[in-house]
């Protein structure tokens, strides 16, 4: 079921009927001004179809449709100063002025374009001449350049003033339009006679001279992001420009310039007189094609239009022919001056060319297209004549008049009308919604034939008033869609009473609702032909038995979800239908379960069903959401928890739930550390407090009650329990006296002497401690001149604590000098003198005594030449300075004879030092005649480090697999038959020295 609480009712309307595109109606129209000059400059619309004006004023304006002329949000209601300001105004559909403001200051100020930022706000373009109330904070230039600058401002939908920055330099700077880059940021466009500063380091063309055309493009009015200067050595200006998308955008120019063409342009060389220029540009604002358009005569641009493909200039000519297109509406000049307007292809070559214009001066200043590509033009002519079609003024009022035309193609008008009274207008500017409506505007001295069912509705007085007129066509333009709001429709007449927008909401895409409300909703956009009216519809357009009422708004209350539908009809016919699914939701009824007493800090379970979303609170703060949570309460006392439950977006119902939140037990501590470090003899003490205790319970020790003795430092935790249930663990720290003694820093006995040191670390410093280095207690912190050795310190503080520290002095650097064996024959003088040092040290010195017969002295194995018995004496001088001496006693022999042993003495030496110097580095068994022969070398574990059963080489090099082993003793076996019979079978140890 669905409840219709109100609506604008209209009969509903029949089938389509084939729509008719000569006809139009003025819908209102209104005079803008005040006892001085003003002008209709610029105007635009939202996507709604808000309708935004702005102009130049003398003051005096009608800024709102009450008795007070104030009404509407305004941010400046007087005029600035100087002749003129700017005006912006932002007008309802249906013609009611929402608000309406002056902006300027102390100088002359004029609005010439507004760039319209979706429902957002507006960007102002214009010019001024005043140094004060234009510039905003933070802005790209807070100050006036010189001579006339142009401004840009960004005004909110509902009038306020955002941000406003002058664009200018120290010349005259003149901005004729705005659009939107192709990254939607506000482009201004124009001439200058000098360079700017804030372009020049953005320029992908340096200023030339005379005038050049600028273009500039703001993030917002904070920071210039990219532009360009255009023209040549002439006179240039940028008269028009498309919006850019990413293949760049189009850019229009009157130009005096030579040059400017790009090779294969329609036109390369310039008419002559002044010439228009189309140039198209990259993102980058780089010219990418440019062609002249023009004749031999003065030809001037006015306006560009961009739909699809296809490019529409116009503008005005004295030339007879320009294009030549044999099939055009009017194929030359029919007067003075005629108004022409041309498409182009996207590389800028002529499609088609037709003037506009009769016997007289006539003008063409704007062009559009419209969704269909159909075109519109408006100029102002003197021409009688010109009117076609079912139109509101079908012939000349005065001297001149403005005037407005569709076309479907270049060879034809659709309809032509006249705007007008008994004396001057101009039509300056041009807005086209959908396909339905025109908005045109400009300025009259006509005082009378120019209002109806406008805002302003009497001439204001001076020299000329602006104006703005919407006319209408039969065909309407669908809506984008439904939304939330109130006031008239979009682009529908609505109930003519004004309204207020500031409700409207974007097209929505779903709208939920809850069982019992009501909600008006309107349709959002679009344009009402003539005679037509919004017909709204239950679950698709157009079936009678589903059609719910007419009009720019419907308030509905449903019972059940459907689909909203909406479209425009007329007797002529329909528009395209839109369409809001509408989803019904019933309240929740939940049933919800709260844990009704918990103590502090523990878990209170929640938990609700009955409903799509759950949300808990308490208070003003959300502590949960879901249908299963949990909340833990920080203080005591009943506290309320509430439950939102709600069906879909919004459908909520609250319920309440009283928790009794129950105080924990508190506890005061008293706490006596230990007496000494490292001691056990500390004490904590409960004090009782206003909560009964039931239980004291210490973790760990597993003692209860209110004292815990016998201590040391720590944290120690206790669990009290409250008469009410509920417990609290406390953590408490005990502290005590901080150490006697916190290391003890030692240096160790060198060469094995008793010149060790030992340093007390105190960690903090203490009056009276006394320290026992084991000879009794004195003040000292340090004991010198100690041996190698383990020691204990005793610490004594002055209350009788005590502390041991145990450390060792260790030896450094005590080495042996050694000399195997201690007493060596010399065979016939010859011997090898042979010492090291234990333990071992690659950087020790040597030095025999005395020195002669010795080859090396400074050697540890050196060659010796004795002539008698004489002992030598190695002093080996370690790395760290530490010595130690040695002797050997060398006896002179001769060397034995023995004939009758040819053979020699069979034996093998217990010592070698295979350290490669070419002395001892192997081990041989010594004498001759070995048959057969075993030599094996065993490590302490029996493990085999060599073994050779050759009688011509049984020699160990110190090595096992290639592998030095290290110095020490090592075991050894030697087995050998000799030739004369004898038998040799020993065993014993040897000494491997490096």
Known sequence: MLVILFALVLPAAPGAIAQSTTRAETLWSSYFGGGQGDQVLAVATDDFGHIYIAGRTGGGLTLGNDTSGQSGATFQDTLGGGLTDAFLGKVAPHGSVLWLTYFGGEGDDEAVDILVDGMSGVYLVGNTTSTTAIATDSCAQDTAGGGRDAFLARFSEHGELLGATYIGGTGNETALGGTFDPWSRPMVYGRCDASLPMLDTLAQQPYTAGLDGFVLAMQDIHLPASGTYLGGSGDDEVKAMTAGGSAGQYALLNTTSPGLATPGAYMEQPGGGTDGALMKLDTNLVKVTCSYFGSLMDDHLSDMALHLDTLAICGTTTADTLFLDSLAYRTSNQGSSDGFVTLLDADLQPLRCTFIGGAEEDSLFAVRFDTGGDLYLSGTTRSAGLASGIVPDGSLSGPSDGFVLRMNTIDSVEWAGYFGGANEEVAATLCVIGHTSVLMGGSTSSTSAIAEAGHQMIYGGGADDGFMSRWDQETSTPCEGICTGSGGGGGGSGSGSGGSYSGVSPPLLQYDICLGESVT?????????????????????????????????????????????????????????????????????PYVDVTDTICVGSEALLMASGADSFTWSVGDSIIASGQSASWIPDSSGTQQVTLTATNGPACAVDVDSDVEVLPLPSSIWNVIGPSCHGSEDGLIIRDTTDIPVSLVAWVGPGIQGDTLAGTGTGTFHVTVTATNGCQRTDSILVEGPPALIDSVGTTPALCGLPNGTATAMIPVPMPGLLFNWGNGPTSQAQALDLPQGNYTLLVTDSTGCEEEYMFTIISLGAITAVIVPDSIPAINGQ???????????????????????????????????????????????????????????????????????????AFLPTAFSPNGDGLNDELCPLGGCYTELSLVILDRWGGTLYASDSPENACWNGTRNGTPVPAGVYAFSFSATRSTGEEIDLTGTLELHR
């Open 831 to 905: 011997t090898v003198l042979q010492g090291f040092c234990v333990p071992p040290d690659s950087l020790a010195s040597y030095s025999w005594s005395p020195t002669y017969g010795l080859q090396d002295p400074g050697s540890p194995v050196t060659p010796c030449t004795s002539e008698g018995t004489t002992t030598y004496y190695l002093l080996v001088t370690s790395s760290d300075g530490c010595t130690s001496m040695d002797s050997v006693v060398v006896l002179s022999l001769p060397a034995p004879v023995d004939p009758l042993d040819p053979c020699g003495e």
């Open 521 to 589: 909703f309107i349709a959002y956009g679009g344009a009402l032909g003539i005679g037509a009216a919004w017909m709204w519809y239950a679950d698709g357009c157009g079936d009678p038995a589903h059609f719910l009422t007419s009009g720019d708004t419907i308030t509905i209350q449903p019972t059940t979800s459907f689909t909203l539908s909406v479209r425009a009809e007329s007797v002529n016919s329909v528009s395209a239908c839109r369409h809001l699914p509408i989803v019904v939701h019933t309240y929740p009824n």
